[in-house]
């Protein structure tokens, strides 16, 4: 597998800092929707609402209906703004992901396992650690070689002088 070229690493750098903001937010969304989710699909059957007759925050009950379960709330349903929001903010932790993935020139199973980030709940959270744990230590690792490299290649061309 090729390895990023030395002059790639300030867009890794920039591409890490945006997966690490992507991928805290899609956890936070994705923790939010399975709230959601547990809350209206299970025998509680309720929706958060803002505003409307119920007050600032409140919860409707959702009723079976010819299309399955039907809202009985008014207001804005925070429920479906969650779904949505995840939903794009998901294109944008891809996008993330892939940045990173090609910048490092990582094994497609890698990105697959990035992308069931936002998938699956909490894994967001422990795939962030990882990446920026692994992504740190292998730009510190060859900046350093780099660097011990061309120290070695400094005294011979003096000398050469």
């Known amino acids: 597998m090729p390895e990023p070229k030395v002059a790639s690493f300030p867009a890794i750098r920039g591409a890490l800092k945006f997966y690490k903001i992507a991928s805290i937010i899609t956890g936070v969304m994705l923790l939010l929707l399975v709230a959601e989710m547990v809350l209206k699909y299970t025998p509680l059957h309720l929706e958060l609402f803002l505003g409307g007759s119920g007050g600032f925050l409140w ?88 660097a011990s490299a061309s120290d070695s290649a400094t005294p011979a061309t003096e000398g050469a002088r």
């Open 59 to 146: 919860f409707a009950e959702a009723v079976e209906g010819p299309d399955g379960l039907e809202s009985t709330g008014d207001g804005i349903n925070l429920s479906l703004l969650i779904l949505i929001a995840h939903g794009w903010f998901y294109v944008v932790y891809l996008f993330a992901c892939f940045r990173v993935w090609s910048l490092m020139r990582w094994p497609f199973l890698r990105f697959l396992l990035l992308a069931l980030g936002g998938v699956v709940p909490l894994l967001s959270f422990f795939m962030e650690a990882i990446v920026v744990r692994d992504v740190q230590a292998y730009l510190a690792e060859r900046e350093s070689a780099e």
